[in-house]
T-cell receptor, first 110, second 113 residues
């Protein structure tokens, strides 16, 4: 099974930029890197996806180094509503299933 | 709103019983995934169906089974329930097998007493 490593938790003040890094050493060559956000008692929500370098959408940016063994989700100017758990699921080689791991619990402080 | 619907929202039942959870994927999505989320285990993949056929199996117990019907809705059947089966059960759908952009439903909270 593929495995990811993320910090268990992070705290940030409102208005700051938050960077959450995920290590995925054995990601398959043709797999995309995906991040999800989950609020308590809700289903995870897709945030952003990339293959290499940098991807930006209206919610976040995703930075992927050339070796693709890690990725960094960047949330600009966080607000209290960004308090959630963030996951970087990966797929095992030859597998269709995503392994989510425990995620990073981000707490935004007023 | 992800477009994925799940019923019921809450379910309380006793040990040894059997329940059925239902999921309707987003319009046009052929893949349905089931996940279990409990406090100590995180989000665990159970099973995936694609256009009516089982495509991938994860940590699904033998007491659990699922199917996807011709109209693409899916049901997860949980039998001989144990206290440890209490969890949130999520259904997700995607447009193509293997695509990572999955859309999750609101979940069914199962409480086994």
């Amino acid at each position: 099974l593929a495995k990811t490593t993320q910090p268990i938790s992070m705290d940030s003040y409102e208005g700051q930029e938050v960077n959450i890094t995920c290590s995925h050493n054995n990601i398959a060559t043709n797999d995309y890197i995906t991040w999800y956000q989950q609020f308590p008692s809700q289903g995870p929500r897709f945030i952003i996806q990339g293959y290499k370098t940098k991807v930006t959408n209206e919610v976040a940016s995703l930075f992927i180094p050339a070796d693709r063994k890690s990725s960094t989700l960047s949330l600009p100017r966080v607000s209290l509503s960004d308090t959630a758990v963030y996951y970087c699921p990966v797929r095992g080689a030859g597998s269709y299933q995503l392994t989510f791991g425990k995620g990073t619990k981000l707490s935004v402080i007023p | 709103d992800s477009g994925v619907t799940q019923t019921p929202k809450h379910l309380i039942t006793a040990t040894g019983q059997r329940v059925t959870l239902r999921c309707s994927p987003r319009s046009g999505d052929l893949s349905v995934y089931w996940y279990q989320q409990s406090l100590d285990q995180g989000l665990q993949f159970l099973i995936q169906y694609y256009n009516g056929e089982e495509r991938a199996k994860g940590n699904i117990l033998e007491r659990f089974s699922a199917q996807q019907f011709p109209d693409l809705h899916s049901e997860l059947n949980l039998s001989s329930l144990e206290l440890g089966d209490s969890a949130l059960y999520f259904c997700a759908s995607s447009g193509r097998t293997g695509v990572d952009e999955q859309y999750f439903g609101p979940g069914t909270r199962l409480t086994v007493t």
